[in-house]
Antibody, heavy 116, light 111 residues
Framework: EVLLVESGGGLVQPGGSLRLSCSAS????????MTWVRQAPGKGLEYVST????????KYADSVKGRFTISRDNSKSTLDLQMSSLRAEDTAVYYC?????????WGQGALVTVSS | IVMTQTPLSSPVTLGQPASISCRSS???????????LSWLQQRPGQPPRLLIN???NRLSGVPDRFSGSGAGTDFTLEISRVEAEDIGVYYC?????????FGQGTKVEIK
């Protein structure tokens, strides 16, 4: 069974930093690209970032480019999202998603709240 | 690429059909020949679930009352007979180009 478990969410002040992690199991992590998608409270889905199988290709939404960094550790089957210079509009549930073209498995999400 | 869904709300009677349209601002045909248009379902309080990819390919375990169609820039998700478990928000998403983009979501609710 594919399982994606996010951790690291919480309350952070504007301008602060936070690191989200996603622990993957139930599939060969090193053979799949991975993606982060977020959802602000009561709003729709917003693409955040994607990383290729070996991490050599990374893509970002314009809204987070230069502030967020996606990375992965294939030896540990983990996906990370380092978030800095956080803004109130970054408040959302962040989902870890398996896939490049097909977003076929989603984690339960981690809530990030940016507020003073 | 901008994805536009209509309607944004769809009150339906159980057992009746429902249809959601998704239009992209550019063609979603990838250089590899595939069209990467998917449909997601999000039930209340749940993460999204992939129902259909590449326009019409239903994922394993997805009931056959769900079907996808379309080409180029115009796509449709149809539910042949809505059941109570189908209540939620449906999103189209294009994964042909970066950044990936979602439609605004269509809320399917009981009339």
């Amino acid at each position: 069974e594919v399982l994606l478990v996010e951790s690291g969410g919480g309350l952070v002040q504007p301008g602060g930093s936070l690191r989200l992690s996603c622990s993957a199991s139930g599939f060969t992590f090193s053979t799949y690209a991975m993606t982060w998608v977020r959802q602000a409270p009561g709003k729709g889905l917003e693409y955040v970032s994607t990383i290729s199988i070996n991490g050599d290709i990374t893509k970002y939404a314009d809204s987070v480019k230069g502030r967020f960094t996606i990375s992965r550790d294939n030896s540990k089957s983990t996906l990370d999202l380092q978030m800095s210079s956080l803004r109130a509009e970054d408040t959302a549930v962040y989902y870890c998603v398996k896939g490049w073209f097909n977003f076929d498995y989603w984690g339960q999400g981690a809530l990030v709240t940016v507020s003073s | 690429i901008v994805m536009t869904q209509t309607p944004l709300s769809s009150p339906v009677t159980l057992g009746q059909p429902a249809s959601i349209s998704c239009r992209s601002s550019e063609s979603l045909v990838h250089s590899d020949g595939n069209t990467y248009l998917s449909w997601l379902q999000q039930r209340p309080g749940q993460p999204p679930r992939l129902l259909i990819n590449k326009i019409s390919n239903r994922l394993s375990g997805v009931p056959d009352r769900f079907s996808g169609s379309g080409a180029g820039t115009d796509f449709t998700l149809e539910i042949s007979r809505v059941e109570a478990e189908d209540i939620g928000v449906y999103y189209c998403i294009q994964t042909t180009q970066f950044p990936r983009t979602f439609g605004q979501g269509t809320k399917v609710e009981i009339k």
